[in-house]
C-alpha cells in the first residue's frame, strides 16, 4: 500500500463495520450453544448471564478486512511483517479467551504473553525511537509501551462499551494522523480497526447484549500499541512523543488512577474492582449512559489535540501535554475522594466489609444483585447494577492487571 485513494478509507471503514455487525449474532449463537457466557458473581455488576466472543467478533472482521485489502493491494513492505502483527494480536487475543473462559488465569502469566508479544513487535522493528536513548533502553520502553497500553485498554474494559468506544476513538485518530503524513499502511490499519469496534460496539452498548471480554480488549491494545509505534517508524515524519501520548491518554489516565488508588488503600493492584473512572462517575450520580458518553467526550477532546499537535511546533505541544496533566491532576483530586472501597481493607487488598451506599449517590439507580434486589439499587459489593462488561474479578482469581478490572 505505497499509496491510496482517498474513497478507499471510507471503504474500508464501512467494510470493517458492516461485518463485524453481521457477525455479532453469529458469535451471540455459538457462546449460548456452547455455553460461552459470563455469568453473574458476588464480584460482577450484571445480573444476568451476557454471552462472550465479541472479542472474537473484533479479531475476525479485522483479519478478513486486512487479509482481503493485502490481496488487492499489496504492502511494499510485503505480507510476512504484516502477518507476523496480525498472528501476534491473534496470540493475544486466544490467551484473552482462555482467560475469560477458564475463569481466570494468573496475571503474571498473562504478563509474561503480553511481553512476549511485545519483545517480538521491538524484534520485527518497530520501537520508541527515542532520540538520543541508546539500542536497550529504546528496546525496553518499547516493551513497556505494547504492554502498558494493551493492560490500559484492557483495564478500561470495565462498563458497558467504554473499551470498544475509547478504541475506536483513538484508531480514528491515528487514522488522522497517519493519513496526514502518507502512512497509508497505518492509515488502512487504524480505519479497519476503528470499523471492527465500532460495528461490534452497537451491540456493546448499556445494557451491553455481548461482551467482548480480555479477548477483544488485550487484541484492541495490543493493536493500538503497535500502530503508535509504527508512527515513530519514519525519521523524516517521526512523530512526536506527546502527539503519541495525547492518543489513549484516558486509558492511561484511568490505569494510573486505579494502580494508584488500590496501592493507597492497600490493595493489590492485580485484584479487581470498581474503583474505575467510570464507576466513580456513576457514584457522583451519573447514569451509565451518561458516563461513559461523558469519557467519550474526554477521548474526542484528546484524540482532536492529537491530530492537532502532529500538526504543529514544540511549543504548541509542549504547551499541550502541560495542559493534560494539569487538567489530568486536577480531574484525579475529586474522582479519587469517591469513596469505592469497602469500609476495611486487610494488606491483601480483600474487603472485610461491605461498602456503604452514599445517598444522592444512589439516587435514581435500581437493580437486582446477584443476591436479590437492594432498594439502594447497589448489590452487596457496593457496585451499581449493570455496569461493567466483565464486572470484576471472579472470587479467588486474583486477577485485574488484565482483567478489565
Known amino acids: 500500500m505505497s499509496s491510496l485513494p482517498y474513497w478507499a478509507y471510507p471503504g474500508m471503514l464501512v467494510a470493517s463495520l458492516l461485518l463485524s455487525t453481521m457477525l455479532v449474532p453469529v458469535a451471540v449463537s455459538v457462546a449460548l450453544r456452547f455455553g460461552f457466557l459470563d455469568r453473574p458473581g458476588p464480584a460482577k455488576s450484571h445480573t444476568e448471564a451476557v454471552p462472550y466472543l465479541g472479542g472474537a467478533v473484533i479479531v475476525v472482521a479485522f483479519a478478513v478486512i486486512v487479509v482481503v485489502a493485502v490481496a488487492v493491494d499489496p504492502p511494499p513492505s510485503g505480507f510476512p511483517e504484516l502477518a507476523g502483527f496480525l498472528g501476534l494480536g491473534a496470540a493475544l487475543a486466544v490467551v484473552g479467551l482462555v ?107 448499556h445494557p451491553a447484549k455481548i461482551f467482548m471480554g480480555d479477548a477483544g480488549s488485550l487484541f484492541l491494545g495490543f493493536v493500538l500499541a503497535v500502530l503508535m509505534l509504527k508512527l515513530r517508524a519514519n525519521a523524516p515524519t517521526r512523530v512526536p512523543i506527546a502527539v503519541i501520548l495525547a492518543i489513549p491518554g484516558l486509558a492511561l489516565f484511568d490505569t494510573a488512577l486505579v494502580v494508584v488508588s488500590r496501592l493507597a488503600h492497600r490493595r493489590s493492584p492485580f485484584q479487581g474492582g470498581q474503583d474505575h473512572t467510570s464507576h466513580r462517575l456513576v457514584r457522583l450520580g451519573l447514569p451509565v449512559p451518561v ?95 449493570h455496569l461493567a462488561e466483565d464486572g470484576g474479578a471472579s472470587a479467588g482469581n486474583g486477577a485485574g492487571v488484565a482483567q478489565g478490572q
Open 99 to 205: 482467560d475469560d473462559l477458564a475463569g481466570g488465569l494468573s496475571p503474571w502469566l498473562r504478563l509474561a504473553f503480553e511481553a512476549a508479544g511485545a519483545v517480538a513487535v521491538w524484534a520485527l522493528g518497530d520501537s520508541a525511537h527515542l532520540a538520543g536513548a541508546p539500542p536497550a533502553l529504546n528496546a525496553v520502553l518499547s516493551v513497556v509501551w505494547v504492554v502498558g497500553v494493551t493492560n490500559a485498554f484492557n483495564l478500561l474494559d470495565n462498563m458497558d462499551g467504554l473499551s470498544a468506544g475509547t478504541a475506536t476513538i483513538a484508531a480514528l485518530a491515528i487514522f488522522g494522523i497517519a493519513a496526514l503524513q502518507h502512512r497509508y499502511l497505518v492509515a488502512a490499519l487504524a480505519i479497519a480497526l476503528a470499523g471492527c469496534a465500532a460495528g461490534f460496539l452497537r451491540s456493546n452498548f
Open 291 to 385: 458516563a461513559v458518553a461523558a469519557l467519550y467526550a474526554v477521548d474526542t477532546v484528546l484524540a482532536g489535540a492529537a491530530i492537532g499537535m502532529s500538526q504543529l511546533g514544540d511549543t504548541v505541544r509542549i504547551a499541550g501535554v502541560a495542559g493534560f496533566v494539569v487538567a489530568g491532576g486536577l480531574a484525579a483530586i475529586p474522582l479519587a475522594r469517591v469513596p469505592v472501597y469497602a469500609a476495611g481493607t486487610d494488606a491483601g487488598g480483600k474487603e472485610s466489609a461491605p461498602a456503604e451506599a452514599k445517598g444522592d449517590v444512589v439516587h435514581g439507580l435500581a437493580g437486582a444483585s446477584s443476591t436479590g434486589v437492594l432498594t439502594t439499587g447497589f448489590s452487596p459489593n457496593g457496585a451499581p447494577p
